[in-house]
């Protein structure tokens, strides 16, 4: 089921494909909501110790509801979600994740599932010039892997993550600015980024949490169309999702299912 504000759909519906971008989170939103996560790829791998895998697991019990629970006050969650980031890292070092098991994970990431309608609605992204920007908490290793084994590593493809970098073949820790899932803004977005970006000053930004709405940074609100997934705990969540989405897919919910909602994001093409 979708729920949206019709006033804001009819204002954007004829935002042209020259002046928009799209921003999107990939964990849970690109991927499907039963997909495995980039962060939890990994322990599916039959290379790494078992010992990495239970640690994991207790990490990721303790902290997804945290992640999850839209409640709590931006401050605690943002200490929290950065304590999880640091743990994991700390992690990966300390079992020596080498570049090698990465690099198998990548070749394999059938537990990973696009969202339905998302590859297609990647392909016509590309095919209609219009720039897609994936910014993500998760690990970009395994979200470029991911676009490639599916063919859609394309060059309007902009990923905004956290990289893992190697020191002699063991993973040593991650590329300079860390993201985490509450420090999502467009302060992170290269200048190399924003010259693609130039004379584009609307978005359509897709999410799963209400942290991603961040994304977008100080953007006018009327120049944002924010479209949210929410899969989970659906009461708990959903008035704090309508604060801060305009469309929201409740439930299981395709690109097909936000295309008859908003033309704009269909098989639109213009020339
Ligand atoms: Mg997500």
Partial sequence: MIIYDDEKINKVANWPDK??????????????TDSETSWGILSKSNLVPKEYK????????YYRPIEQDESL??????KYMEEWFYKHI????KY??????????CQNLTLMKFRDGMKEFLINMHQRKIPVVIMSAGIGN???????????LFDNIYIVSNFLEFKNGVAHGMSDKIIHSLNKSNELLTDEI?????GRDKIILFGDTCADTKMSGPTPREKVLKIGFLADKIEDNIMAYKDVYDVIGLGPTSMDDVAKVVKIVGFKNES
Wanted: some cysteine; hydrophobic content about 35%; charged content about 40%.
């Fill in 19 to 32: 002046e928009i971008y799209i921003l999107l989170d990939f964990d849970r939103t690109i991927t499907d």
């Fill in 54 to 61: 239970i640690a994991r697991e207790k990490l990721h019990n």
């Fill in 73 to 78: 006050d931006e401050k605690t969650k943002n």
């Fill in 90 to 93: 700390d992690m990966l070092i």
């Fill in 96 to 105: 020596k994740i080498s570049k090698d098991i990465i690099d198998d994970t």
């Fill in 142 to 152: 395994f979200i470029e892997a991911f676009l490639h084994n599916h063919h859609c």
């Fill in 194 to 198: 924003k010259k693609h970006l130039k």
